[in-house]
């Protein structure tokens, strides 16, 4: 069974920061792009970050260009985003997802905003920013 599992949510304060994980079971991740989305109440899902499998090729939206970095472990099939400087704009429930390489020709940095194209989701883990 294919599944994703993220871990690493919580209450922080504005400023702080948080690593959130996603381990990858069933499955290994070095023929997956993987991207981590977010969805907001009463909002529309988002992309934050992707990244391909060999880790070279990465893309961020731009509300977290500079705060957020993405990462993976291939040998450990996981994945992280570590979270800096937070603000309460990014309160909200955060997805890992991953994509078969297959499914595309080459990197395209627009599908980390294109959540319907991906194909594995974790559960989400709720990150909350407020003090």
């Known amino acids: 069974q294919l599944q994703l599992v993220e871990s690493g949510g919580g209450l922080v304060q504005p400023g702080g920061s948080l690593r959130l994980s996603c381990a990858a079971s069933g499955f290994t991740l070095d023929l997956y792009d993987i991207g981590w989305f977010r969805q907001a109440p009463g909002k529309e899902r988002e992309g934050v970050s992707c990244?391909?499998?060999?880790?070279?090729?990465?893309a961020y939206a731009d509300s977290v260009k500079g705060r957020i970095t993405i990462s993976r472990d291939n040998a450990k099939n996981t994945a992280c985003l570590q979270m800096n400087s937070l603000r309460p704009e990014d309160t909200a429930v955060y997805y890992c997802a991953a994509r078969p390489i297959q499914a595309r020709v080459a990197w395209d940095p627009r599908l980390c905003s294109r959540w319907s194209l991906w194909d594995y989701w974790g559960q989400g883990t709720q990150v909350t920013v407020s003090s």
């Open positions: 990244i391909s499998p060999p880790g070279g090729r990465v």
